[in-house]
DNA sequence: TTAGGGTTAG
């Protein structure tokens, strides 16, 4: 079909561009259908484009759209293959990259086809299917492609052919920091760190990329000093690059030093974002932080930053464990767009609370909502009816929870379900229950439940259980401790002797018990038996 | 006429 000279500037062309949600797309796509435009392949590959930059999550309109284009060219493939090469569902590439290959003779597979296809190559580790391209790219003369060429060597390492990727590297005509971090992001995301940090030494030419692949890869085996090590190093620092040191301070539960870089990184030009103030906030909870926690809400209120999704959920958390169930309930309450970790959040705190009552209110409300409660909710619900002595509730939750919902219970819902039958002195049958779990998962909950006979003076079982702990978990001293205890509590001093001796035999020490507690804005970290030890700085307001 | 490689996170 012939194209009008004015056609590319059309107004209804840009009006795709300017769209910012799916309905608005679809009252462009009606003109188009009512008008004929749609007829033309270039309108409707731009229909197309926009199509994937809105939909994020579900391709089904970009699907609808993409069956039923005239006459589809290279484009309008590449756009689908591109898609599904980065959904959730990259193995569909496959089906339209072969659609090209073999079902339309007009229209041939180019530079763009193989990049895209390679990356869903390299997210579906086929090996075997991406040599078989690369093959096709070297029958098409398109070898030299600088593009392709990077992409070759990410999926080469991806699929383990290392040898094959390094080979490719060796080969390139000229040093580009892409075709090694294409490389060394694979080493890091396998965990190969030691690989990656020769790679590193040896690279000509690094980006930040690169250096933060190496900070990541740090984190993410666990090596926290050794990313801060490589962030010390570094010139140039962007967002991925505080984001990975604070991400790692947060995982490894060094939430003063969380607190001390965001700090830092106030010093200097780089802004924190969603992902920031999510490990800011956790880091907040997890030291009882309140009014730095209270800083980075008013932080998020003055920069208009919608409350939504993570932070809606680090926020209501953040609140929840400082203390303040009210402010944690005022913003969950603002969330517009809640989901189900947003639900999650907030019964968990009801439950931290001891508020039983509202968080069964709060479920329920969740389940008007139309959301369907997952694995976590049930725990939280459990420990909320468990904490609450709210026994029959608790007990129907479990039933509805496998029942209604087919989850099956994992160990930390059976230790709710021992906690609740342990309250209600129900022993015998916790203990029945604990005796058919596997061997491996059930020690924590069996202390659980001795924590249940010190309450319900039952001596003969708690032997039974610390008998049983001891096989299970030699080295662990929770159960020794609290026998010990429970012997002390009815004034059996042989007993208490009996077991802090057979502790001494085996070397074991008890940890010292630690809290923590925020007094005038400074957090003050407890050891039993000794003085304050943490006090991260305050920040400034 | 449109587009491409490596990218931190509850």
Redesign the pocket.
């Known amino acids: 079909m012939s194209?009008p000279a004015s056609?590319?500037s059309s107004p209804i062309l840009s009006l795709t561009e300017a769209a910012t949600s799916i309905s608005q797309l679809q009252q462009v796509h009606a003109y188009m259908l009512k008008t004929g435009l749609f007829h033309h392949t270039?309108a409707a590959?731009?229909l197309l484009?926009a199509a994937t930059t809105i939909s994020h999550h579900s391709l089904s309109y970009v699907e609808s759209i993409f069956t039923h284009v005239h006459r589809p060219?290279?484009?309008i493939y590449?756009?689908m293959i591109?898609a599904y090469a980065t959904s959730e569902t990259p193995g569909l590439s496959f089906i339209v990259f072969l659609k090209l290959l073999y079902e339309n003779s007009q229209v041939y597979a180019?530079?763009?086809t193989?990049?895209f296809i390679l990356?869903a190559c390299?997210r579906v580790c086929r090996g075997k299917e991406g040599k078989q391209i690369h093959g096709i790219v070297l029958k098409n003369g398109l070898g030299d492609?600088?593009?392709?060429k990077?992409?070759l060597i990410?999926m080469y390492a991806k699929c383990g052919c290392f040898e094959v990727a390094r080979n490719l590297l060796d080969r390139l005509q000229k040093d580009?920091?892409?075709?090694w971090?294409?490389l060394l992001?694979v080493y890091t995301?396998m965990g190969f760190v030691e690989l990656a940090r020769e790679l590193f030494d040896e690279m000509p030419v690094r980006?930040v990329?690169?250096w933060?692949?190496m900070v990541?890869g740090y984190?993410?085996s666990g090596l926290v000093e050794e990313a801060r090590d490589v962030f010390d190093v570094m010139l140039v620092k962007d967002?991925?690059s505080w984001?990975?040191m604070i991400?790692g301070y947060a995982?490894s539960g060094a939430f003063g030093e969380v607190l001390v870089l965001f700090e830092d990184m106030q010093t200097v030009e780089v802004r924190p974002d969603?992902?920031t103030l999510?490990?800011v906030l956790?880091a907040c909870a997890g030291l009882g932080a309140l009014s730095q926690g209270k800083w980075v809400h008013a932080y998020i209120d003055r920069n208009g930053i919608e409350v939504e999704?993570?932070l809606?959920?680090?926020l209501v958390d953040m609140y929840s464990k400082c203390g303040c169930i009210e402010k944690a309930l005022e913003v969950f309450d603002n969330v517009l767009k809640k989901?189900i970790?947003?639900w999650n959040s907030m019964i968990a705190g009801l439950s931290i609370h001891g508020s039983g009552h509202h968080a069964l209110k709060m479920f329920n409300q969740m389940i008007s909502g139309g959301f369907t409660p997952t694995e976590v909710t049930f725990i939280s619900i459990l420990s909320a009816c468990s904490r609450a002595g709210l026994v029959s509730e608790g007990l129907m939750m479990f039933d509805h929870m496998v029942r209604v919902y087919g989850i099956q219970p994992t160990i930390e819902h059976y230790g709710c379900l021992v906690d609740l039958i342990g309250r209600r002195g129900l022993l015998n049958e916790a203990k029945e229950l604990l005796n058919k779990l596997t061997v491996k998962e059930s020690p924590i909950v069996w202390q659980s439940l001795l924590a249940s006979c010190r309450n319900h003076d039952d001596v003969e079982l708690a032997e039974y259980i610390a008998r049983k702990l001891f096989e299970l978990e030699p080295k662990d001293t929770a159960g020794y401790v609290q026998l010990s205890n429970f012997h002390a509590s009815l004034g059996r001093w042989n007993g208490v002797m009996e077991v802090r001796t057979r502790m001494r035999e085996k070397g074991l020490k008890k940890e010292p018990g630690c809290s923590m507690i925020e007094i005038d804005g400074t957090v003050h970290e407890f050891l039993a038996g000794e003085g304050v030890i943490v006090e991260p700085p305050r920040l400034k307001v």
């Open positions: 194209v056609f590319s270039f590959s731009r484009t060219n290279s484009y590449n756009t591109h180019d530079k763009y193989f990049t990356k390299a492609d600088e593009y392709i990077n992409t990410h580009d920091a892409v075709s971090n294409a992001s995301q980006n990329e690169s933060n692949f990541s984190v993410n967002i991925v984001n990975a991400s995982k969603n992902c999510v490990n956790s999704g993570f809606a959920t680090a989901d970790s947003t």
